[in-house]
């Protein structure tokens, strides 16, 4: 199995942990880019928290150049921005080459 990771605020990193994922609490984009950095060659995938991956937009593009590791956002608990949305649907564009997953959204 793909070693996984999450890195968010607050309770929400306490549901990955509880299935096995291994959880870094991060309290704003600073701590969390320094984790991103220091544990990206050890994982697969890295789950972030939607809100500290809007905040980290550029830094994260770098790690669409490699295959590893899958950084993914995700819902973070609090106000859904979207972002994580957004940069599926333009990931499923860049591989597919059309979007077949959110069709005029």
Known sequence: MAKMAVIGTGDGILVFKAA??????AEDEKKARE???AIAKDYAVIFIAEDLAAKLGDFL???????YPAVLAIPSG???TGFGMQELKMASEKA???DILFKNR
Do not use: M, Q, T, W
């Not at 593009?61 to 295959?67: A, D, L, T, V, Y």
């Open 78 to 80: 609090g106000e859904n």
């Open 35 to 37: 984790i991103l950095r």
């Open 96 to 98: 597919l080459g059309a």
């Open 61 to 67: 593009k770098r790690f669409n150049e490699e295959p």
């Open 20 to 25: 096995g994922v291994d959880a870094y609490p």
